[in-house]
């Protein structure tokens, strides 16, 4: 008789049945390495498992049941910072973003963090997602900025005696703006017959500290003959959440975007926030087993573009005057590499007459922001945003220009930690705006925060 092979039967996944990394997509890599030199924990540490590559190995091996989820694999996928640009890189088209946003589901659900490490991050969460939260902190950090305690504060060394985290998100305050209790209006009419009508995203972190970018943003829509609706009181979008593993909060989150904006009955949904728009083109993935809202949420998603997308699509009406000033360009990554956008921003950034600009060496590169892993994970980030200040002021240019309020701000910290605190740091629309306005370079450079919505 034949010697027959007795063969185990195969183990039961480590993760959840819910929603756990499919495993066609886990099969998409074929561990070339093509990843490795664009990831940046990689490149900061040299480490496997902190590489795209290395970690879908680990989902793999606890999809297969031959490893745990434990502390060590939660740790790696916490070190991940999620700026996909493994995506760009990758010859096979792994969509790591899928993979790394449902294996932080599982591990929010299945692995227990420390109570200082949970604790912090309710904090976090019960803060960054909520614009009326952020205002009523807006009104004692104006005070704590304008009465120079701020600069007692940071100059007596007390940081240091903090919270590794909590000295991070000190060093990270945006410039609180007299207007942070302003809102935008619910409609933003065109001089001329509307030939587009579009809805816009106000943002959380970016209605309350950055309304002058929403404001630019309107008026530059506007001249272009955009006829911008903006819904009142939008929630979050649910980036935050999506990034965090915080699937239900996300899901809960989208549904109510998606039915304000289709309320609002509008061409295009346009967001001026990398990290907004990678998460709203993806609501069809989040929503995917939702059978009122699966269809829905693609639908939806297929309307969202950034601004500089809707721009490039319009033939130009408003004429550009000319700003003669030396910028650096910064790629948000979650434009770049989740949304694929490069090009756009550039195209509109060339049509300003005498605008120089200069690219960044290691443009692909994360600068550490990555939504709030700059506060979770403040040691690398740290670092990657000192290597991007390092690289930025190389190109020796009057100004850095980005497409997302967290790369602004990184940007903004590690240039006061090099002691420049003169060089400005814009959102690309601020530039497009100044221009068609006829702003002169003395006033850009200062930084003009209108939020008057006339020309």
Known sequence: MAHLTQIDPPKPSSFDAHHAPEKSLLADCVHCGFCLPACPTYVLWGEEMDSPRGRIYMMQKAADGQAPLDQR????????????????????????????????????????????????????????????????????????????????????????????????????????????AWSMPERVMPSAAPRRRVGMLTGCVQQVFFSHVNAATARVLAAEG?????????????????????????????????ALFDKADVDTVVINAAGCGSTMKEYGHLLRDDPQWAERAKAFSEKCKDITEIL??????????????????????????????????????????????????????????????????????????????????????????????????????????????????FHMVELLDAS??????????????SISLGS
């Open 73 to 180: 694999f939660r740790q790696h996928m916490d070190n991940c910072l999620g700026c996909m640009a493994c995506m760009t890189a990758c010859p096979s088209g792994v969509q790591y973003n899928k993979l790394i946003e449902d294996t932080r589901a599982q591990v929010e659900r299945n692995i227990p963090r420390s109570t200082e490490d949970s604790l912090f991050r309710k904090l976090l969460f019960a803060t960054f997602p909520h614009p009326r939260r952020l205002r009523w902190m807006a009104a004692p950090l104006f005070l704590y900025q304008r009465s120079g305690l701020q600069q007692l504060v940071r100059e007596s060394g007390l940081l240091r005696m903090v919270p590794r985290r909590f000295a991070a998100m000190e060093s990270l305050l945006p410039a609180v703006p007299a207007h942070f």
């Open 226 to 258: 955009c006829e911008v609706i903006v819904p009142q009181n939008q929630p979050c979008c649910g980036a935050l959440m999506v990034h965090s593993g915080l699937e239900e909060q996300a899901a809960a989150m989208a549904r109510a975007i998606i």
């Open 312 to 425: 490039c699509e319009l033939a130009p009406m408003a004429p550009r005057n000319p700003l003669p000033m030396r910028i650096a360009y910064h790629d948000a990554c979650h434009l770049r590499h989740a949304q694929g956008i490069h090009q756009q921003p550039r195209q509109l950034l060339a049509g300003i007459p005498l605008l120089e600009v200069a690219e960044i060496a290691e443009a692909s590169l994360c600068c550490g922001s990555a939504g709030v892993y700059n506060l979770l994970q403040p040691e690398p980030a740290e670092e990657l945003g000192d290597r991007k200040v390092t690289h930025l002021l190389a190109t020796h240019s009057q100004a850095v220009v980005s497409a997302n309020p967290g790369c602004l701000l990184q940007i903004m910290s590690g240039l006061r930690r090099r002691g420049e605190k003169t060089m400005p740091a």
């Open 436 to 449: 068609i306005r006829g702003l002169a370079v003395q006033d850009v450079l200062r930084g003009d925060k």
